[in-house]
């Protein structure tokens, strides 16, 4: 039997498999991508119930962000980022089944959520984290915009274009928050309320290196057709080059890794980083390949 589901930022085709294994399991965090929620019985809600076909016993945590599904798809447009990583790890580490750490696994934006989750909230532990398309360098276009409110897609393009980085669009749009146009640098380095923050672009914060390093692994992985994330290559930390919007770095080549203002250079380098990719387009991918590539990592 074929499930086809749509997640956040994307289609995900999920091909029905054998159940395995039998082993007491690391717990598994989700947060879902724009667009979508805890709990879509088409979309992470099918994802949870995979991983627990998959890894019997194991727990698994869909996060809802705010007190309802309706107000969790709403926060992921407009509740303030930093608000909503607040909101998480609070939640988290008031779950005593969590208490000795957890992997965790983030769809599009709910990756570097993730991160933040990681970075600024150490305890529980955060043994692996698992980026599903997420733009950790941020975006620079939003080609196309998912879900079924077209009008709300089209709303965030014009505020975007007209101003990311005022005060009044950074505090209330989330996609804003991680906008990062690279022809207008310091002014991105100066008002991202989030991801100039959590990538050390201003000041370095050792607490949140530290914390990152600590991973056991940090996985990312890239959509080879993605018509959603501009550029791709954010999937996998790099970007546009500074002062233009055609030529992109790999993380490798950016300042970031160079001056390794993250601790990422130092983790590539013991083996903690590891780069996947898929032919698809964004958060495509079906459950023959998530088995083999993702799902060593959260057993």
């Known amino acids: 039997m074929n499930l086809r589901l749509f997640i956040g930022l994307g289609a995900l085709l999920l091909v029905s498999g054998p159940v395995r294994g039998t082993n007491v399991s690391t717990p598994l965090v989700l947060w879902h991508g724009m667009g979508d929620n805890c709990c879509n019985p088409l979309s992470m809600g099918a994802i949870k119930k995979m991983v627990e076909e998959e890894v019997p016993g194991i ?151 530290k914390n990152l390093m600590s991973l056991e692994k940090f996985v990312m992985v890239k959509f080879l057709q993605d018509s959603i994330v501009d550029p791709v290559v954010s999937e996998w930390f790099g970007f546009f080059k500074t002062g233009q919007a055609e030529q992109t770095e790999t993380l490798q080549e950016s300042a970031l890794y160079k001056e390794d203002r993250l601790g990422l250079a130092e983790m590539d380098k013991a083996g903690k980083l590891v780069f996947l990719a898929t032919d698809g387009d964004h958060l495509q991918f079906n459950r023959e390949w998530f088995n083999a590539k993702l799902l060593p990592y959260i057993r």
């Open 59 to 209: 727990y698994v945590l869909s996060l809802m962000i705010g007190k309802s599904v309706t107000e969790d798809t709403e926060s992921g447009f407009f509740m303030d980022v930093n608000e909503q990583v607040a909101f998480a790890c609070n939640k988290l580490a008031q779950d005593p089944k969590l208490k000795a750490g957890y992997n965790a696994m983030g769809f599009s934006q709910g990756a570097q959520f993730l991160r933040a989750v990681a970075q600024r909230c150490p305890n529980p532990p955060m043994k692996a984290l698992i980026s599903v398309g997420g733009q950790h360098q941020g975006v620079y276009g939003l080609p196309r915009c998912p879900g079924e409110s077209s009008h709300i897609c089209d709303w965030i393009r014009k505020k975007l274009n007209s101003g990311a980085y005022t005060d009044a669009i950074q505090k209330h749009l989330v996609q804003a928050q991680y906008w990062h146009d690279p022809l207008n640098d310091d002014l991105y380095k100066q008002h991202s309320l989030f991801l100039a923050d959590i990538n050390q672009e201003r000041v370095v914060n050792e607490t949140y290196k």
